[in-house]
């Protein structure tokens, strides 16, 4: 069809001339019917030749799109991810490390589920997410984890706040204080309330709210301290808050939970590769007070 000839059909295809004639012929006998009309040497193809080259096109195309869906597939550009985070993780740390993920994976769509350790460890457990990022341990044989990161908590004060004279907060310091705390979803509130009772300390709850972002949206405008995580605290500097170190020092470990009986794929794999990847840079282990007292 391409060549017009035995000759250039069998230059192309580098076999030899009679083998292309040998061919061509089997597929006429095999057909029940010419597909070609040889007029002065030349091969002029029937109507019924270009039917089958358009249906063959059809299928070669076919055929490289089904190669370069696998070559997606097995470099991980191709698919859908669902995840679950709980909501500290939620505001811009994983949307930042799920962006870089998706620059170069243009078929990639992606399912990001913001809820409380309880219900993210429940939703792996139940085999509904690729990957699952909290604070709680999954105790359950269907769920595999791992610690992602430890983040230190750290007192977000009001920059008017008396507190901001001290370097370091500890629990005694807040008692009697107006406190913004975080909703008892999640382990954190149990580790900072634990710390606090422990030297009998009892700041004076105004507000609790679930996000940590929330928290330190309400401590900027004055209306109380809070105890959060520096991850939180250092990506939301720029509402006016001031951050210092809180001792004795409270972790909060996050677990990268994945499901043992979802089917794993490549996709997965290489999200949480790449979430490996973006925590180097965000465990939170060692607050910088230098660096904070200089950027007040």
Request: charged share 25%; hydrophobic share 45%.
């Amino acid at each position: 069809m391409e060549t017009g000839t035995v000759t250039g059909a069998a230059a192309r295809l580098h076999i030899s001339q009679p083998a292309v004639s040998k061919q061509l012929r089997t597929f006429e006998e095999g057909l029940g019917f010419a597909v070609f009309d040889r007029v002065r040497g030349r091969l002029t193809a029937t109507a019924e030749a270009h039917a089958l080259y358009d249906q063959a096109e059809r299928v070669f195309t076919g055929v490289d799109q089904l190669q370069r869906f696998g070559s997606d597939l097995n470099e991980a550009k191709r698919g859908h991810l669902v995840v679950a985070a709980l909501p500290m993780l939620s505001n811009r740390w994983l949307p930042g490390v799920i962006g870089r993920f998706l620059v170069n994976r243009p078929r990639i769509t992606v399912t990001v589920q913001t809820r409380t350790s309880i219900k993210v460890a429940e939703w792996v457990a139940a085999q509904q997410v690729d990957v699952g990022i909290g604070l709680l341990p999954a105790d359950d044989t269907v769920v595999t984890e791992q610690v992602l990161m430890r983040i230190e908590a750290v007192c977000a004060i009001p920059r008017d706040h008396p507190l901001v004279a001290k370097a370091i907060i500890e629990p005694r310091d807040l008692d009697g204080q107006s406190f913004i705390s975080l909703s008892d979803f999640d382990r954190s509130r149990l580790l900072i309330d634990r710390v606090l009772d422990e030297v009998g300390a009892r700041p004076r709850r105004r507000i609790d709210t679930v996000m940590a972002y929330t928290a330190c949206a309400f401590v900027a405008q004055g209306l109380g301290v809070s105890i959060i995580d520096g991850l939180s605290a250092r990506e939301n500097l720029d509402l006016g808050l001031v951050i210092r170190p809180f001792r004795p020092r409270i972790e909060f470990e996050i677990k990268l939970l994945r499901p043992v009986y979802r089917p794993r794929s490549r996709l997965a794999d290489a999200f949480v590769a790449e979430l490996d990847r973006c925590t180097i840079d965000h465990c939170l282990n060692d607050f910088d007070v230098k660096s904070q007292r200089e950027g007040d």
